[in-house]
Nanobody
């Protein structure tokens, strides 16, 4: 089993930056693909970014590409989401997710473990 805990959410003005962290428990963090998803009020869960354990090749949604950067530090069992040039439409609860696979995935149905989420609010 893997437990995930997100942190770093908060209130930021449009154009600002925020860095989210996801701390993972367990002894096999390096073998998991890690992903970030978000869910805004009244909307379904949306893919944001993901990184595989093997190549660490990142993938992003079109809406955040060029603005967000996913990274991981396996020694610290932590994955990060650096969010720059934030927009009001980025406002959502952000969730960290994990799955033991070789490939990064955009599909939330493929992820087995989820954190409880951290709120990100971008004011205009």
């Amino acid at each position: 089993q893997v437990q995930l805990v997100e942190s770093g959410g908060g209130l930021v003005q449009a154009g600002g930056s925020l860095r989210l962290s996801c701390a993972a428990s367990g002894r096999t963090f390096s073998s998991y693909t890690m992903g970030w998803f978000r869910q805004a009020p009244g909307k379904e869960r949306e893919f944001v970014a993901a990184m595989s354990w093997s190549s660490s090749s990142p993938i992003y949604s079109d809406s955040v590409k060029g603005r967000f950067t996913i990274s991981r530090d396996n020694a610290k069992n932590t994955v990060y989401l650096q969010m720059n040039s934030l927009k009001p439409e980025d406002t959502a609860v952000y969730y960290c997710a994990a799955v033991r696979t070789y490939y990064a995935s955009r599909n939330f149905h493929e992820y087995d473990y989820w954190g409880q989420g951290t709120q990100v609010t971008v004011s205009s």
